[in-house]
């Protein structure tokens, strides 16, 4: 059973974990608006995912006999300077939900609500994941500076993202 306390912060985090769906569809819708469809493969695919953790929360508070409360979820923002910066908005975006689930760690051992720890690591691991990713396309995008032809190497490698081609890769 959830206490009253850590089943709030769950529902904010399934709340936060749609947030970050919806804003990486607008990223899509973006890259889609510039031409730029190996990147808005790569941000529809981040899309799916972040969906999929937020019903991992969904699932989990109904599991623990707890009462899901979906709230308004905030309009993201839909216009970015380059891809450079939108990748720059992921990364600070994904090191703030490291930091809410950091939290929900910390209130489930303040609770003694082990089945709750248990349930946040996974997620602890997926967040140094997700840094990574972010963080690896990142930097190819600042040591490619000006160079137009490296964006389009860029945008044919993160076409190939595929829930496939994640699979093969972490076996």
């Known amino acids: 059973m959830l206490s009253e306390k850590m089943q709030a912060a769950l529902n904010k985090q399934l709340n936060a974990e749609l947030y970050s769906s919806y804003l990486y569809l607008a990223m899509n819708a973006y890259f889609k608006s510039v031409s730029l469809d190996g990147f808005a493969n790569w941000m529809h695919y981040q899309a799916q995912e972040e969906l999929t953790h ?21 309009a993201p923002p839909t216009e ?4 450079l910066a939108v990748f720059e908005a992921t990364l600070a975006h994904e090191q703030k939900v490291t930091g809410l689930i950091n939290d929900l760690v910390e209130l489930a051992h303040e609770e003694h609500d082990h089945a709750t720890s248990i349930f946040l690591q996974w997620f602890v691991s997926e967040q140094v994941e997700e840094e990574e990713s972010v963080g690896g396309v990142l930097e190819q995008l600042r040591l490619m500076g000006e160079a137009k032809g490296g964006l389009f190497m860029i945008d044919r490698e993160l076409a190939k993202r595929s829930p496939e ?3 093969s890769t972490s076996e």
Do not use: C, I, M
């Not at 970015?80 to 891809?83: E, I, K, N, Q, V």
């Open 54 to 74: 937020a019903l991992k929360f969904y699932d989990f508070v109904n599991q623990r006999g707890g009462r899901v409360t979906l709230a308004q979820v905030d």
């Open 80 to 83: 970015w300077d380059s891809p």
């Open 165 to 167: 081609a994640e699979s």
